[in-house]
């Protein structure tokens, strides 16, 4: 994953202070935030096999952290399916975060 921009870190940081200095409204400051979030990771069959294996969980608790089935995960792994937006942004925070912020 790309690590984010030290410039839109700068800016970013720099409407927060101008948002709670009063400068910038609610609405501006939101429209903030969501161009400074990353993008989120397309998972391939072979990271998401690796990211069980990481933590040594098997497809069938995989699928009920992510709720989803244990056919979908068989699937995302041998590339037969691919993984929705939803999905990749939970498989990402699982890669992030590890399993405890699944649970």
């Known amino acids: 994953m790309k690590k984010q921009s030290r410039i839109l870190d700068a800016v970013h940081e720099t409407a927060t202070d101008l948002h709670r200095l009063g400068f910038i409204d609610k609405r501006s400051m939101e429209n903030y935030d969501a161009l400074c979030i990353p993008p989120v990771p397309d998972y391939s069959p072979d990271q998401i096999k690796s990211l ?3 933590y040594r969980i ?10 989803t089935s244990l ?5 995302w792994e041998v590339g037969e399916k691919h993984p929705g937006r939803p999905s990749q942004k ?11 912020a699944m649970v």
Do not use: H, P, W
């Open 58 to 67: 098997s497809q069938a608790v995989m699928a009920s952290v992510l709720n």
């Open 52 to 54: 069980r294996e990481r």
């Open 71 to 75: 056919s979908t995960i068989q699937k």
């Open 90 to 100: 939970l498989l990402n925070i699982l890669d992030r975060k590890g399993l405890e």
